[in-house]
């Protein structure tokens, strides 16, 4: 277990994540994911850590509602947010962790076709 600072873009919002290496991380086909850039790192809500920023962040939802997208509401970065798949976790984008990831292995996830694979995402942030 090794522990990672994160940030968005501007700073305002900094926090740390417990996490094995190599970091197991998703690449979703979805619209949002994909048009974000967001690499998901899944993780339990006590392995994660918000140092900075709580009144910086702006959230989002769409579709069900379920998921909380977490945007800096300065730079418009999104670092991490409350998944739909996981709801009891917090979902992290690997590249908002400071320093560049290169011990990961990374999976894709047909997000495309959410309901068909959402199960294969549920036991993460156990």
């Not at 974000?36 to 009144?55: P, Q, S």
């Not at 670092?79 to 690997?94: E, H, K």
């Not at 590249?95 to 997000?111: A, K, R, S």
């Amino acid at each position: 277990m090794r522990t990672f600072a994160g940030s968005c873009h501007c700073g305002a919002i900094k926090f740390q994540v417990q996490a094995d290496v190599p970091l197991e991380v998703d690449r979703c086909n979805c619209s949002i994911c994909r048009k974000g850039g967001f690499l998901h790192l899944i993780v339990a809500k006590n392995k994660f850590e918000l140092i900075e920023g709580k009144n910086h962040i702006q959230t989002y939802k769409f579709g069900s509602g379920i998921a909380k997208h977490t945007f800096c509401k300065h730079c418009g970065i999104k670092p991490f947010y409350i998944p739909r798949s996981n709801p009891d976790g917090v979902d992290i984008n690997v590249n908002c962790l400071d320093e560049p990831q290169l011990d990961m292995q990374i999976t894709d996830f047909d997000g495309q076709n959410w309901e068909r694979h959402a199960h294969k995402l549920a036991h993460k942030s156990k």
